[in-house]
């Protein structure tokens, strides 16, 4: 019999991610997994219920029949430009006579912080303690055991829209599930692809889906910020699409197959042909100038990334480098534009310690946010947590299955044919 079943729900703009896994000491052992298409999200919210609870429905019933397994109780990942972090520092006295810290401790203090003021239409999503003071001696990962009189934290506080929770609440409701959790999807990816030495020397994990981008700051094995930025692969897609004045799904086709982010990295200046629509007839570009119009609008992002990062007050802090995930990562010369912008060492991040059963189809960084999700996220407080555990039914009769300049010097292209 099988134990610690766990599922997660990966809700992205492009597409929605649904796995269900066995957690053990040392990996997770993939034993279903499906993707839908996601019509009914804009930008990491739910824009659509009946089309995002659809979508829900259909990714996790596939992952239900190749695991075998009907699991109603979900981890659901969170993204979207209304997510905010801030810092917060608190403290309690030790009343117990023999000053040990226990987990009440740890508790009040918690209880304690979710006394703070926030605005009406927030919600805390995450308390993550960066780290403990106890009797003003900072450093303390772990308190709990020791001894003193004032425990003191100083915590990194994830929000989120009340009304961007519900409707992801009712989506999944919809669909026939419910949510156990709701996890920041930076932090869910930061727990599948990052090392723990990246974590402690500084790194900055970007996680680039189709609608947005995620950016979770680490230093000293903490997490010190957070933030979603509304620019991701869609945008890039739409550049193509305005520029060269062709179809959407041309314009997706292009930039996967022949799109670069930065000139430096084109291995061979080829012409591509381009489908015509209405009285224009097919032409032909080369790949330089498809690149100068993605590069314009991935070296936007990694600029507003950067200068997000010297806001914290932490690039100086970062010497593990840049770590890319997500599905736009898998642009062409990513790497090497991101070296160049941030100046510093920029690898492509994939889920890691995964163990048998599908593992494989999920090694790539488009599902880092999808593998992270039925990890949990240690050391952090959720918003909302289901008080039963879901029944694991093992299904029967049922088989496991399988931007200005660029865009004048296109116009002036088209205009010379």
Known sequence: MRKNIIAGLDLGTTKVGAIIAEKSENSIDILGFGVAPSEGLNRGLVAN?????????????????????????LNVGVAGEHITSLRHRNYVTINNPDREITKEDLDRLEADVRTIRIPSDRQILHIIPEEFSIDHQGGIENPIGMCGSRLEAVNHI?????????????????????????????????????????????????????????????????????????????????????????VTEDAERLKKEYGYATEGSIIKDEDIYIRGVGARGNVKIPVSLLTQIISVRMRELFTLIDNEVRHTGFKNKIKAGIVLTGGGSLLKGCTELAEEVFGLPTRIGVPQDLGKGLSAEIESPEFATVAGLVRGVPGTSSSESAVAEAAVKTKKGKEKSQVLDIFKKVRDFFDEL
């Not at 996790?60 to 009907?70: C, L, P, T």
């Not at 500084?202 to 995620?214: A, N």
């Open 158 to 246: 994830v929000l989120a829209s009340i009304p961007a929770i519900q409707n992801i609440k009712r989506s999944v409701e919809r669909a026939g599930y419910t949510v156990q959790d709701y996890i920041l999807q930076p932090i869910a990816s930061s727990s599948s692809v990052l090392e723990d030495n990246e974590k402690d020397l500084g790194v900055v994990l970007i996680d680039i889906g189709g609608g947005t981008t995620d950016i979770a700051v680490f230093h000293k094995k903490t997490i010190k910020h957070t933030k979603v930025i509304g620019v991701a692969g869609n945008q890039v897609t739409n550049d193509i699409r305005e520029a060269l004045g062709i």
């Open 49 to 73: 219920i009946a089309k995002t609870a659809d979508a829900i429905k259909a990714a996790m019933e596939v992952a239900s029949n190749r695991a075998g397994i009907d699991l109603r109780i």
